[in-house]
């Protein structure tokens, strides 16, 4: 059974990074794609971007240079930072798995609430 | 960025009706397109895969067709647990893109 899991603060300043773990099991992760979606209250789903091979990444060109995902192989984990982060990007962010070959997002964590707020 | 348009974006329909939501690329994708539902407060759930092929798992009232620019879900026969959001993606060209989404409510 896969199961992912998101970790972070709920609350960022604007400006500041937001910074959130996805813990993976039930899978290796250093096989598929690893994806970051998010959805902005009561809007819809943004791919914000995946890793795979264990480095490498394709983004979202409309976060330009903000978004870093990045794996720790050891720990069954990935990361997302997004940078100077403003109201724009308060949503719940989901990390996911991404079937290879084009076959679709078939596991989700449960998502979490990024707010951002001074 | 490939652009996705849902129709309709709002559905009412009742127990049993037969559903069919439509999305329309801006280019063609070829089959590389996804269905997801989403309930309230829930994460997306994978419906269908590859514009046609239903995720293992899933009842058979959901089927997918299409190819190219055009693709449709059809529910079969709308359960309550089906009322719900419904999203395509497309994951033929990056960025993925995902279609506004089609509210399924309880006439």
């Known amino acids: 059974q896969v199961q992912l899991q998101e970790s972070g603060p709920g609350l960022v300043r604007p400006s500041e990074t937001l910074s959130l773990t996805c813990t993976v099991s039930?899978?290796?992760?250093?096989?598929?794609?690893w994806t970051w979606i998010r959805q902005p209250p009561g809007k819809g789903l943004e791919w914000m971007g995946h890793?795979?091979?264990?480095?490498?990444?394709d983004y979202n060109p409309s976060l330009k240079s903000r978004v870093t995902i990045s794996v720790d192989a050891s720990k069954q984990r990935f990361s997302l930072q997004l940078t100077s982060v403003t109201a724009a990007d308060t949503a719940v962010y989901y990390c996911a798995r991404e079937n290879s070959g084009s076959f679709g997002i078939d596991y989700w964590g449960q998502g979490t609430l990024v707010t951002v707020s001074s | 960025d490939i652009q996705l348009t849902q129709s309709p974006s709002f559905l009412s329909a009742s127990v049993g009706d037969r559903v069919t939501i439509t999305c329309r690329a801006s280019q063609v994708i070829s089959n590389y397109l996804a269905w997801y539902q989403q309930g309230p407060g829930k994460a997306p759930k994978l419906l269908i895969y590859a514009a046609s092929t239903l995720q293992s798992g899933l009842l058979s009232r959901f089927s997918g067709s299409g190819s190219g620019t055009e693709f449709t879900l059809t529910i079969s026969s709308l359960q309550p647990e089906d009322f719900a959001t419904y999203y395509c993606q497309q994951l033929n060209y990056y960025p993925w893109t995902f279609g506004q989404g089609t509210k399924v409510e309880i006439k």
């Open positions: 890793i795979f091979n264990s480095g490498n990444t």
């Open positions: 039930g899978a290796s992760i250093n096989s598929y794609y």
